[in-house]
């Protein structure tokens, strides 16, 4: 959440997006609103996200709530301060959970519930059309010259699929930094009755050709290896980490790692049972174990956001990724394309990249979006291997077994 005044600076610190002291706020406003409708016509829960904040800050900061004039998320800020220009998209706006997907339009109940006036509400763009020109100062600034056009912007994640140019029904992006992200994309409304996992609209939706990209996040990732690496002392490199963990046999010798260390998990039903370590043996496990166990551990969490994305309709095949993060290590690459059974596409690309592919889109430098991906290849592939499906298949079953058991 950006706050800003009528000046346009921001009237207190932006509460970012991991940041729960909304958590209630919003499921207060799921129960009054009716999970059904919250369903049906956001897609999620209020959730977390930024109009729940919003209120929050309401209710809590009265002082400062009444000095505001727009909200934003931080790319639209990012484009207020080079263009002069308020505004926002879709997409934008169906991440603060403030975009009606049945009737295409901001989300006035959502709005009226909250008593947050619309006029708060920056204008909203196309996606890919220009978001302004660059003003004189920014321009002076950035050493370009005035009326550059600024073009395109998305979050994090719908960027990074577009990155991957994971734009039609049924593809899916990948990352594995500090945490790890499934973004699948789909052709109609869909949500999880639970909001394990989250909907919103892809950079490329619209009311005749919906898109929304559907988002499972697991916040134990790349973080749980860098705990590893420090409980070692931090000697050793990841690479060397990788080719140590490759030692042990596939399914680890029944060792399994937990990987919910970093906070409370949506794909859990926001519960916190935090990272744990199950069927150490003294005398058979070593190093070897405990690191391929916390690659596997990792890939099957995020195989059981997976299957709830299948659940709601989205069977991938194939899985693209940067070339980045836990994506360097190939025993990573190989297990999350055994366990998962999807094709793993790895690409020398990141979001930046992206970013200015888009922009280059919505400036007109490319024709369309095929264009601006025509150079785009796959680096590497990493097919499933069939000969450990089985192998895999029964540590994925004592894993899910143990932890449905701890969550129950």
């Known amino acids: 959440l950006v706050a800003l005044d009528a000046s346009g600076a921001p009237v207190r610190p932006a509460i970012i997006w991991c940041d729960s002291r909304a958590v209630a706020t919003g499921e207060a406003a799921f129960t009054a609103l009716g999970p059904d409708r919250c369903l049906r016509h956001l897609l999620n829960s209020p959730g977390n996200f930024t109009a729940s904040k919003l209120a929050w800050v309401k209710a809590n900061e009265p002082a400062a709530y009444a000095r ?128 394990r996992v989250n909907s919103f609209a892809h950079v490329t939706h619209t009311p005749r050709a919906p898109r929304l990209g559907v988002l499972l996040c697991l916040n134990g990732t790349g973080i749980l290896y860098r705990w590893l690496r420090g409980m070692l002392g931090g000697a050793k490199g990841y690479d060397e980490l990788n080719a140590i963990a490759a030692g042990a046999p596939p399914g680890s010798d029944g060792l399994r790692v937990f990987p919910y260390g970093n906070g409370s998990e ?53 899985a693209r990724a940067g070339q980045a993060n836990l994506f360097l290590s190939p025993l990573f690459a190989s297990t999350f394309a055994s366990v998962t059974g999807c094709r793993v596409e790895l690409y020398a690309t990141d979001g930046a990249q992206g970013a200015a592919r888009g922009a280059g889109v919505g ?46």
């Open 363 to 408: 400036a007109g430098v490319y024709a369309g979006i095929g264009e601006a991906f025509a150079g785009l290849t796959a680096v590497k592939t990493v097919e499933p291997d069939p000969a450990l499906a089985g192998t895999y298949a029964d540590a994925y079953g004592r894993w899910q077994e143990t932890l449905e058991r701890d969550l129950s």
């Open 68 to 195: 505001i004039r727009t909200v934003m998320l931080p790319g639209d800020y990012v484009a207020f301060r080079m263009t002069g220009e308020r505004r926002t998209t879709v997409s934008g706006l169906s991440e603060a959970i403030l975009w009606d997907f049945e009737r295409e339009a901001t989300a006035d109940f959502v709005l009226e519930h909250f008593g947050i006036p619309r006029a708060m509400l920056p204008e909203i763009v196309p996606t890919f059309a220009p978001q302004g020109g660059l003003t004189a100062a920014a321009a002076a600034e950035l050493g370009l010259d005035a009326g550059v056009p600024v073009a395109y912007r998305a979050g994090d994640q719908p960027n990074n699929a577009f990155s991957l140019n994971v734009l039609s029904p049924g593809e899916i992006a990948t990352t594995a930094g500090t945490s790890g992200v499934v973004y699948g994309v789909s052709g109609r409304a869909a949500f999880d009755e639970h909001s």
């Open 266 to 318: 949506r794909t859990l039903r926001n519960a916190n049972p935090g990272a744990s370590v199950r069927g150490l043996d003294f005398n058979r496990h070593g190093l070897p174990h405990l690191l391929r166990a916390a690659q596997e551990g990792i890939v099957f969490a995020l195989r059981y956001g997976l299957g709830i994305m299948r659940g709601m309709g989205i069977e991938p095949v194939t």
